[in-house]
C-alpha cells in the first residue's frame, strides 16, 4: 500500500479526511505538536509532499527549502544546507503501528524527492522527552545525526538527516 498525496482541494472535498488527519495528528501531539484545522490546511498546501494512508492510519508532511514555513526546526536545517526536504511530522496511528506504514511513506517521499533532484531528507526526533521508537526507526532508515537543540522549555531534539543514493 503506497501513500496518496494530498492537496487542498482534497482536503476541501472532504471534511472528514480533513477532521481525522487532525485527530490522528493530535493524538500524538506530544511528539508533533497540536495543530488546528486552519494550520494543517496551510501546512498541507505548502507542503513539499503531503502524503497519507487511506483510513486515516499514517500522515506524512514535509518542506523543502524554500518553503514559507515557520518552525524553528525547519529554519535549522535552512540555515545549514543550501537544498533539501524537511520531514515536519509522520504520525501512525497506534492501531495501526508495526505495519510498516510509516516505512512505505518514507520511501514514496524519497521516490518524490529523488525525481525533483533532492539529495538530503532531513527530521528531528525529541530526545527530551525521548521518543526510542522514532530513535530506532530513524535509525533503520539510514539517518545520521547532525546536530541537537533546545527549541523549547523542556524539550530537546536531535537534528538527523539522510543522503539519497
Same mark, same amino acid.
Given at each position: ?20 488527519? #487532525? !485527530? %490522528?495528528?493530535?493524538?500524538? !501531539?506530544?511528539?508533533?505538536?497540536? %495543530?488546528?484545522?486552519?494550520? $494543517?490546511e496551510h501546512m #498541507?498546501?505548502?507542503? $513539499? !509532499? ?16 524554500? *518553503? +514559507? /514555513?515557520?518552525?524553528?526546526? $525547519?529554519?535549522? $536545517? ?7 526536504? /524537511?520531514? +515536519?511530522?509522520? #504520525? #501512525? +496511528?497506534?492501531? @495501526? =503501528? ?8 518514507y520511501e514514496q517521499?524519497?521516490d518524490l524527492a &529523488? !525525481?525533483?533532484? &533532492? +539529495?538530503?531528507? @532531513? ?12 530513535? *530506532?526507526?530513524? *535509525? ?8 541537537? *537543540? ?7 531534539? =536531535? /537534528? ?6
Open positions: 500500500m503506497t501513500g496518496l498525496r494530498l492537496d487542498r482541494a482534497a482536503l476541501d472535498s472532504d471534511p472528514a479526511l480533513r477532521k481525522g488527519l #487532525v !485527530a %490522528l495528528n493530535n493524538r500524538s !501531539a506530544v511528539e508533533t505538536s497540536l %495543530l488546528e484545522p486552519e494550520r $494543517f #498541507v498546501a505548502g507542503a $513539499f !509532499a503531503a502524503l497519507h494512508v487511506p483510513d486515516v492510519r499514517a500522515l506524512l508532511i514535509t518542506f523543502d527549502q524554500s *518553503a +514559507d /514555513y515557520d518552525s524553528p526546526n $525547519f529554519l535549522w $536545517f535552512r540555515d545549514r544546507f543550501a537544498r533539501f526536504v /524537511y520531514i +515536519d511530522r509522520i #504520525v #501512525v +496511528d497506534e492501531a @495501526a =503501528r508495526g505495519l510498516g506504514l510509516a516505512r512505505k511513506l517521499l524519497f &529523488h !525525481a525533483a533532484g &533532492h +539529495d538530503l531528507i @532531513a527530521c528531528e526526533v525529541n530526545s527530551q522527552p525521548p521518543n526510542p521508537g522514532s530513535d *530506532a526507526f530513524h *535509525a533503520a532508515m539510514g539517518f545520521a545525526e547532525a546536530g541537537s *537543540a533546545s527549541p523549547a522549555p523542556g524539550k530537546t531534539v =536531535r /537534528y538527523l538527516t539522510r543522503t539519497l543514493g
